[in-house]
Every structure is written in C-alpha cells, then in structure tokens.
C-alpha cells in the first residue's frame, strides 16, 4: 500500500474539483472571515465582501482536473499558525509521487465504486430532479466511501463554524484564507466560515506491472 | 506411528515465537497473530496483501475465500509482491471477478469441505461449471486461501529467521459442527499449503476466547460458577451454536465447552438473496425486468438496505438503486424502497420468528434457498434450529448468558429478537455478553488460545464434540430387499479429552489380509450419556451416519488370513479422530482412513 502524506496530485485535483465546481465557498481551505475591530467577536455585525466567493479555478470539473494534472507549483505541506490548537504537524519526508497516476488513479477508484465518471459525462437534462436524486444517493455512497478508504479526512482548523478565532502571524495563505475587513497585520481574529479539509494520509493499492493507469473504467463485453 | 506425526510440534525444539489464529470462513478469512516475544503480547489482525482489481494489490483485514481460476489473458494482471504470472487470484478481486463470471468463480468451498455426498478429493468446483473448464477439489481451494495466506506471511516477514509461518504456532478454526472427517480434510489442506503444524479450533470457542481477551480481567466477574454461555456464531453461509459452562475449579473459574450443534448451511448470505428477491418482485409488479448483472447489483444493495435499516434508530424506509450498467448510470437506474416493515417482516420474522421452546426446524420441505449440491438448511427459521439444539442439550444446561457472532449480529434488531426469544425460554435475567469484533473475534480468539496454551490464559475445556460409533450389521438371517439393522457401538464418548487413546473392549473384527475393509461411521452430537462400548439398536435422528472409514490390511506372507482385530482410537491433541485396528496377536496395527473418495449413497 502506498501511503502519501502530502499534497500529491490526486488531492490537489480532489481540491480543485471541489472549489472549482462550486460545490462550497473554499472546500479545500480554512476560510476565516475578519471582523472589523469594533465588532470583534459578535457574529452578526460582519461585512460580507466579494472576495469570499472562492475563484480558485473558475471552470469546472475538466479544467480542474487539467490544472491538477499538469498545472505547476511545487507541492509543500501547508503550514496553519493560529492560536486554536492548530496542530502544526512537522511534514515527513516526503516520497517521489508519480504526478498524474495518482490523481487517475483516484478517478478510477471513483468511477469504479461510484461511478463518477459516468455521472459526469451523463447529460441530466432529461431526467427529473427525483430521478437523479436516487441515483446520486447511490454515487455519493460509493464515493464517499472511497474518500473513507484512501484519505484521513480532518478540519484544517478546529472549532464549529461560527466560533471565534485567531490567525497568528506566518499563516500558510494556502491553508488559511482570511477574508472580509481584513487591515494590517496579523494576529486576525475572525469568524470560522468553513474550517477546511486536509487529508492527513492518502492510500492508494500498489500497482504490480505495467498496469495504464490512463484506464478509468474497462470495456465491458459480455459473452452470451 | 501416528503419534509422533500428529503432535503439533517437537517439544525438545524452542517454541515458536508468534502465535497464530487463522479463521477460515465460509466467505471471509482473517488471520491474527500475538508475538510471544513481547510483554504483554498482544494480538492484532494481521492484513493481508491480495490483488484487488488488475493489477493492483493492497492489504485488507478480510481476505474473502474465494478462488478465481483465471483465464489465459488475465496471466501478468494477478501479480502478488511474491508472485508473478498467476493463473489464480484469491480474494478481493476473485470475489468481483467471480461474481462476473461465476464459471470460474470457486466460493463456499467449506461447505464443501464438510459436504459428505461429494468426492471432496475431485476436482468438483466451481460446481457447475461447463464441460472442459477448469475445477478444482474442495481440499484445493482451501489449500490455496491458506496457501495466500502463508505466502503474504512469509514475504512479510522475508529475511527474518524462525519467522516463516510454518514454524510458528498456528491455530486454524473450524464449525464446532465439522465431523471428524472434514476436520481430517482440513488439516490435509493445510498440509497442502505447506503448513504441516496446525491445530484445530472449534470456531464458538475461538469466538468465546475473543470476549475473555476483550474484556480483560473483568471476564471472571462477569460469569459466576453455574452460568452457561450460548454462543450463537451466524456467518455468511452457515450458523453455529454452543454452550459454554463455567464452573467452579480449585477456587477459580474454569470453562468447558458442553454442547455444540450440527451443521446448519444458513447465514447472512441467504437473507440477502431473500431481501433481493422481494425486491426483485417489487420492481417486476413495477413493471420492470432485471438482468442477471441487475439482480447481482441488487443483493449488494439489499445488503446496504438491511444494514441500515436493522440498526439502532433506523428510518422506516431505505431506497435502493441499481444504477444503470450501460454509461447511463441515471437514465438506466432502477429505483425502488425498501420498508423497515418489509425488513422486519421478511428478515427478523422470516429468519428469527417468535417460537416456542418446542419449535422444531422442519426437514422435509424444500425453500428457495436451495441451491444444487450444498444440503442448505431446508428450515430458514433460526430460531427453530436453536430451540431444538437447546432442548437436546437440556440437561447440559439453560444458557444465562449469550454471546453473538458473526457479521449477521451486526444487525440490533436481530440480536434485540435474538434475546427476546431466548429470554421467554430461558427467564428474563439472560444476558448478552458483548465487546467483541463481529468479524475478526474468531480469529483473534484463536491466537489467545494459542496463548492460553503456553500458560497465558484461560482455556476452555471441550474434549470430543461429538460421540463417535462405529456400526456393526446385526447378525440375523438375511431378508431380500431389506439391509440388516445395524447396531452402533460408541467408540468415542462425547467430551473425550484431547489426547486419549482408547481401546474398544470385548468386541473383535475378523478382517482379511490384503482385501479392503469398510467400517461404517457414525457421530451424534446430542448423545451425551453414551460411555465407550454403549450398544445402540434404536436411534431416532440423534446420531447420523457420517464418512465411513476404510482400510487395506497389507501384511507381507500374510494375504488370505483372518485376523481379529480390534479397535483403537486416538483422539490427537491438534483436535482430530485416528481410528486403528490392532492384531490381537501382537504388533501389527492399521490405521482406517476417512473414505473421502468414495462418496456412500
């Protein structure tokens, strides 16, 4: 079993997928919006700004699986400095990762216990809200267990959505997003939007021989 | 000699370091192991490498026993770390393969295993299966889950000495209910897999191992001397009871194994395939049609749909799709619900009705269930099985205690029926014994009985699961059309501990050299009373015929004489039944084989 700690490809497009197709705001981040000074700590008296809206990757599913695949930027492990027991866990060393198997291999793994690519290549517009709703629950088991199975899924940031909290001076801006009446320097105090997901560990099945992994979804022929 | 074969180990050689359990399920095998050499050894499931999909292998806690025999093409995809170009896979994929191509798919091969009607040394799986295509025997198949095994053990552990998992301790589980014969078969098998040192275990015991090792110290308050613990063990394909006494001994508590049922092929696997047939029925009378692939898909997902809705606080209904086996997953998806009333009525009614404590199953009808060639329990009532196992051991005690396992138990409502129906016949104050896992208990209740073993532990005491007789034709004027009555003389009490060799006295065969000899072979596991040497003319359903045993006398410048002989009978220490004929005369002796290869009927 291979065991990758870091950001590899595969959750790089995981996170890009999900900010990308809109499924929330910042999926892949904590996402901490500013008070103003005077409000500070009373929810409610908050600004809202355009630049909450996630604009990560503005086009959906492909684009973001591309930018996945072959976009650049050097993978590091994301450093959180707040003062809510973020656990600043020092990053292992980390293995050579082959840069597109992985993420197609994960696609693979979708597609095979959920279907996902044939969920996304189908065209719903026939169908009725009802008939995709019992479909999807059906995918969104057999995906989800599959995100179960391969990532050790865990808040960037701990506490409930909507409690108080504080960024410390030499926060990752890739693992913290602070938004709304933001000025001057840190510390921020703010209001946790969405506490983020980080995959703690990513498993995949060793590959034995020339397996392609280019292969999501085999040819089925039936033999009558 | 036998005995110097049949001893688990050389006893001047230095114990092994690991102690491990292997459960050999009907449809799951799991493996754990507790290294000697630390202080307090603990026992942890061991995973196992297998091929999950083609060409990619990953360790999993369950390696599903399932042999896939592959085709030629699908050599160079079914790689192990330990093993390249195999024309087999077992496992994961063999389990997703096979169900695709049930043609080459070999499953339930211990219900073969203890299936007395078939040549279990032929090759006979996958049953069915056309003409030309490969088969294996049943000894093969599970030769090869244990083969897996081994080999995933011994790459692990490559290049350590002693490691191998041939030199270590192993305890292999079997059905408390496998008669002497498929227990001689599995020790064969494992022999075939190159593990020429095991031990056998009955599986409720392993399972009743597992609850003293989760609950630590707290096992010896929890049951008080006179209690009797049922153990009721539903798998995927076959159930299982026992009951377990404790009992006070020089001032501790000490438990033995007092009662084990008979062979009951009905488990989870069967519920499924009913849910899915209701199901089925339901999106018919909707007027739609399933494919054989849809019908499979179905069962997977009528799995899903009991699980949710048999647990604690479920919601009244569940839907259940089949997506669409083409690209269009939504436009091909068949939908329909399953009703927690359905649930109840076809899975906790149908399988766990309220009975009475004189419920009987009933033999003669024939279900659904059945398929060709395993003896599928013809009753699907679980709870009529358990009402007569628990009214022929009557006198070994009513339960006032329950330990449940098995993957079905994960389910509360059929434990909550379960514990119902045993509280109205046995009073209220029965109490379930829990904690353990439903899945790995049998196999890490091994591995702590291989610690109990060498001293770290309690054991549980059972000796003979079951009476042994042998039968004798009675010897009266011979009537056309009708066999002579035959007599059944008991040869091995039930409850004989491990390790006694006993003589049958008084009686003497007359056996001629160098002409085969057949001795029919019969086991009760109700019979209690019966001592060595017990005659028996009239049995009702208490005792069965089982494999009959077979000989060849070979005595060199001997061949034409009679020989009187007697019977002996040693009961090994690694849990099997040798039968010997001696000479009266002196030292000559022959030891009777299980006549697998000549299926009686």
């Keep these: 079993m291979t065991t990758e700690r870091s950001p590899s490809p595969a959750l790089r497009w995981i996170g890009a997928v999900l900010a990308g197709g809109g499924l929330s705001g910042a999926a892949a981040y904590a996402l901490t919006q500013v008070l103003g000074p005077a409000s500070s700590g009373i929810p409610g008296t908050w600004q809202t700004t355009p630049v909450a809206t996630a604009t990560v990757v503005a086009a959906p599913f492909l684009a973001a699986l591309l930018t996945a695949l072959f976009g650049g930027g050097s993978p590091r492990a994301p450093q959180v400095a707040a003062s809510v027991e973020a656990p600043a ?103 946790l939007r969405h506490p983020g997901w980080r995959s703690a560990a990513f498993r995949l099945p060793d590959s034995t021989g020339d397996r392609d992994h280019t292969i999501l979804a085999p040819a089925e022929v039936e033999v009558l | 000699m036998a005995r110097a074969s049949s001893s688990p180990r050389d006893s001047a050689a230095s114990p092994a370091r690991w102690v491990v359990g292997i459960d050999l399920g009907t449809t799951n095998c799991v493996l754990a192991a507790a290294d000697t050499t630390v202080e307090p050894a603990a026992i942890a499931v061991v995973p196992i490498p297998q091929v999950v999909a083609p060409k990619q292998v990953e360790a999993r806690d369950l390696l599903p026993s399932f042999l896939y025999l592959a085709g030629p093409d699908e050599v160079g995809s079914l790689d192990l770390p330990w093993a390249r170009d195999r024309d087999v896979a077992v496992g994961v994929l063999a389990r997703a393969r096979g169900a695709d191509v049930p043609g080459r798919l070999v499953a339930s091969a211990k219900s073969w ?30 030769a090869a889950y244990l083969g897996h095994l081994r080999e995933a053990w011994n790459a692990a552990h490559a290049g350590e000495k002693g490691a191998r998992l041939e030199a270590q301790d192993v305890y292999l589980t079997v059905p408390a209910s496998f008669d ?55 798998g995927g394909g076959t159930t299982d009871f026992s009951l377990i006494a404790a009992e006070e001994e020089s001032g501790g508590l000490a438990l033995r194994r007092v009662a084990v049922g008979d062979h009951i092929l009905l488990g989870g696997d069967n519920m ?45 209904e569940a839907p259940v799709a089949v997506l669409g086996r083409s690209r269009k997953v939504i436009g091909g998806a068949l939908k329909t619900t399953l009703t927690r009333a359905d649930a109840a009525r076809i899975l906790v009614d149908g399988f766990f009705p309220e009975v009475d404590a004189d419920a009987r199953p009933q033999r003669d009808r024939r279900t659904g269930l059945t398929e060709m060639g395993l003896a599928y329990a013809a009753d699907p009532r679980l709870t009529a099985h358990l009402a007569e196992f628990l009214a022929r051991h009557r006198e070994a005690g009513t339960p006032t205690a329950v330990l449940f ?45 291989g610690l109990a073993r060498r001293g770290r532990g ?36 039930q409850g004989t501990e491990e390790g006694s060799e006993l003589e049958l006295p008084g009686q003497e065969f007359g056996l001629v050299v160098g ?14 009373e019966d001592t060595l040497g017990t005659v028996l003319e009239d049995w009702g359903d208490e005792v069965e015929e089982l494999t009959p045993l077979v000989t060849t006398l070979e005595w060199r410048d001997h061949d034409g004489t ?33 006549g697998v290869r000549q299926p009686h009927e």
């Excluded at chain 2, 095991?198 to 308050?221: F, H, K, N």
């Excluded at chain 2, 029919?520 to 019979?527: A, E, I, N, P, V």
């Excluded at chain 2, 009978?569 to 009777?592: F, N, P, S, Y």
Aim: glycine letters at 8%.
């Design chain 1, 89 to 191: 866990a020092a990053a292992p060393p980390q293995p050579p990762v082959d840069r597109g198997d992985a993420a197609l291999r994960m696609l693979a793994l979708m597609q095979q216990e959920g279907r996902l690519v044939d969920f996304l290549e189908e065209d719903l517009a026939p169908y009725s809200d009802a008939q995709i709703g019992s479909a999807v629950r059906s995918i969104h088991s057999g995906c989800r267990g599959v995100l179960k199975d391969r990532l050790d899924l865990a808040p960037i940031l701990p506490g409930a959505e909507g409690a108080t909290v504080t960024v410390e001076r030499g926060f990752d801006p890739a693992a913290v997003r602070v938004i709304g009446n933001v000025r001057g320097e840190p510390p921020y105090h703010g209001v």
């Design chain 2, 113 to 142: 295993l203890c299936n007395a009607s078939v040549d279990r040394t032929a090759p006979i799986l996958p049953w069915g299966a056309e003409d030309g295509a490969r088969r294996v025997s049943p000894i093969a198949a599970t």
């Design chain 2, 180 to 234: 002497a014969a498929a227990r001689e078969l599995t020790v064969q098998a494992a022999k075939d897999a190159g593990l020429e040192h095991v031990t056998l275990l009955e599986e409720p015991q392993a399972a009743c191992y597992a609850w003293i090792d989760a609950s630590g110290d707290r096992w010896r308050s929890a049951l008080r001397p006179g209690d009797v613990v049922l153990v009721c063990d539903v």
């Design chain 2, 272 to 316: 499924d395939l009913t849910l899915a047939y209701h199901l089925r029925s339901q999106l018919v009378a909707a007027g739609t049609t399933l494919d054989v692939w849809q019908t499979r898909a179905l069962v997977h997902a009528s799995r899903g749909a009991k699980e949710t809705l048999l647990a604690a606080a479920a919601p009244d």
């Design chain 2, 405 to 449: 396992n098995g993957g079905v138990m994960k389910a509360g409502a059929l434990r909550e029926r379960l514990l119902t129906v045993l509280r109205s016949w046995c009073g209220t104050e029965l109490r379930e014994l829990s904690g353990i896992h439903l899945d790995q208990a049998v196999a890490r209740g091994a591995a702590y009985h």
């Design chain 2, 458 to 493: 309690v054991r549980i005491r059972g000796g003979a699961a079951r009476a042994y007789y042998i039968g004798v034709e009675t010897a009266m004027p011979a009537v056309p059309g009708m066999a002579r009555p035959l007599k059944a003389i008991c040869l091995v009490p």
């Design chain 2, 515 to 528: 002409e085969a000899a057949e001795f029919r072979m019969l086991g009760s596991s109700s019979r209690e």
């Design chain 2, 562 to 594: 009679l020989v009187p002989v007697r019977l002996r009978v040693h009961l090994t220490e690694i849990g099997t039944l040798e039968l010997w004929c001696v000479a009266r005369t002196g030292d000559q002796r022959w030891k009777l084989e299980f």
